[in-house]
């Protein structure tokens, strides 16, 4: 037997006994779990404003802390920084490349960052009344598909190079880069506690690396398509996938493993986006069919539809109070329910 092929044995080997080893754990299902809790009821938000500004497909929105401020980028070649309360624009900023696909506030909302099919992560000052380029970010070998602030100084990025990164915003350079997929990279979300960070890509998995020594510590399967967008829970403990095979799959942490699958009996749109309420019982899910799906995460059952765009809704969030949900679209609109 060659060198490779011994190798491939081995691989399949351990493949095989990381298997035994999580349907060991695996001692009941959420089903049998959640059986003491009520469902959840029906909800159906109202769109209580919509936000006209932009002229072309919105790609990707953004809550401040501030849970008043809310930034979307569009490929008419424009950030735009809303007042959601007033509903009004509150500041605007030219991109050089149309081609954005990501869009992000630092915590203080002073920064704001934009990536896309340029391959450069740009960060710009918005706290004066013109908008100010700091830091292009240019290191990656294909698109930003996801940026996502640690800080004022740091950014983790992902890109369509197949790789993640930790940039320092103030030197321009990459402090670490995260190396496991096989596939884009398409989105990142932080962890509560900022110590470790679940990425999403075009192999189908989900990976968790720990931020402090960059390695890949989980790796999470179950999709059969695209991972197009991933959100922890607010414990921590687990994370939402969201896939092109349309379905959203919860992720235990402790489990290492799927523990439910949210699916349409008869599927025919990927997911986009995904954000969950502030308990984490609540998933909003954004899809190809021009609605925004509510799943009840315990229960495994659509609890409710936010229907109004007339094109695919490409962007959910949920500012950090949790008192509403904004949905942005193809159609180039965003709007606000409650």
Same mark, same amino acid.
């Given at each position: 037997?060659? =060198?490779?092929?011994?190798?491939?044995?081995e691989v399949?080997?351990?493949?095989?006994?990381? =298997?035994?080893? %999580?349907?060991?754990?695996?001692?009941? *299902?959420?089903?049998?779990?959640? $059986?003491?809790?009520?469902?959840?009821?029906?909800?159906?938000? %109202? &769109?209580? %404003?919509?936000?006209?500004?932009?002229?072309?497909?919105?790609?990707?929105?953004?809550?401040?802390?501030?849970?008043?401020?809310? /930034?979307?980028?569009?490929?008419?070649?424009?950030?735009?920084?809303?007042?959601?309360?007033?509903g009004?624009?509150?500041?605007?900023?030219?991109?050089?490349?149309?081609?954005?696909?990501?869009?992000?506030?630092?915590?203080? &909302?002073?920064? +704001?960052?934009s990536?896309?099919?340029?391959?450069?992560? *740009?960060?710009?000052?918005?706290?004066?009344?013109?908008?100010?380029?700091?830091?292009?970010?240019?290191?990656?070998?294909?698109?930003?598909?996801c940026? %996502?602030?640690?800080n =004022?100084?740091?950014?983790?990025?992902?890109?369509?190079?197949?790789?993640?990164?930790?940039?320092? /915003?103030?030197?321009?350079?990459?402090?670490?880069?995260?190396?496991?997929?096989? @596939?884009d990279?398409?989105?990142? #979300?932080?962890?509560?506690?900022?110590?470790?960070?679940?990425?999403? &890509?075009?192999?189908s998995?989900?990976?968790?690396?720990?931020?402090?020594?960059?390695?890949?510590?989980?790796?999470?399967?179950?999709? $059969?398509?695209?991972?197009?967008t991933?959100?922890?829970?607010? $414990? @921590?403990?687990?994370?939402?996938?969201?896939?092109?095979?349309?379905t959203?799959?919860?992720?235990?942490?402790?489990?290492?493993?799927?523990? /439910?699958?949210?699916?349409?009996p008869?599927? *025919? #749109?990927?997911?986009?986006?995904?954000?969950?309420?502030?308990?984490?019982?609540?998933?909003? &899910?954004?899809?190809d069919?021009?609605?925004?799906?509510?799943?009840?995460?315990?229960?495994? =059952?659509? +609890?409710?539809?936010?229907?109004?765009?007339?094109?695919?809704? $490409?962007?959910? @969030?949920?500012?950090?109070?949790?008192?509403?949900?904004?949905?942005?679209?193809?159609?180039?609109?965003?709007?606000?329910?409650?």
């Amino acid at each position: 037997m060659g =060198e490779v092929a011994q190798l491939k044995k081995e691989v399949e080997e351990l493949k095989n006994k990381i =298997e035994a080893a %999580r349907k060991a754990v695996a001692d009941t *299902t959420m089903d049998a779990a959640a $059986s003491g809790v009520a469902a959840a009821p029906r909800i159906q938000p %109202r &769109a209580r %404003r919509t936000l006209k500004g932009h002229t072309a497909k919105i790609y990707a929105l953004y809550w401040a802390l501030d849970n008043k401020h809310m /930034i979307s980028g569009s490929q008419d070649g424009k950030l735009i920084i809303w007042d959601t309360h007033a509903g009004n624009l509150a500041n605007c900023v030219p991109l050089k490349s149309a081609w954005v696909m990501t869009v992000s506030f630092s915590p203080s &909302a002073g920064l +704001v960052a934009s990536g896309g099919l340029d391959n450069m992560c *740009t960060i710009y000052n918005v706290s004066a009344e013109k908008p100010k380029t700091v830091r292009e970010l240019d290191g990656h070998d294909g698109y930003v598909a996801c940026a %996502r602030f640690l800080n =004022e100084t740091e950014i983790l990025t992902a890109s369509g190079d197949q790789t993640c990164g930790l940039w320092d /915003i103030e030197t321009g350079k990459q402090k670490v880069q995260f190396l496991n997929h096989v @596939g884009d990279c398409m989105c990142v #979300a932080l962890s509560p506690d900022q110590n470790s960070f679940i990425s999403g &890509a075009c192999d189908s998995l989900a990976k968790l690396w720990d931020i402090r020594d960059g390695k890949c510590k989980q790796t999470f399967k179950g999709h $059969s398509s695209d991972v197009n967008t991933i959100a922890f829970f607010p $414990s @921590g403990n687990a994370v939402i996938t969201g896939s092109d095979d349309c379905t959203l799959r919860m992720m235990d942490l402790r489990a290492d493993q799927e523990v /439910i699958c949210y699916q349409n009996p008869s599927p *025919t #749109a990927g997911v986009t986006s995904v954000a969950l309420s502030l308990s984490g019982r609540l998933i909003f &899910a954004g899809y190809d069919d021009f609605n925004c799906n509510i799943w009840d995460s315990l229960k495994g =059952e659509k +609890v409710g539809v936010l229907s109004g765009h007339d094109n695919r809704v $490409s962007c959910t @969030g949920i500012p950090s109070d949790g008192l509403c949900v904004s949905t942005g679209s193809w159609d180039s609109f965003l709007k606000v329910w409650n």
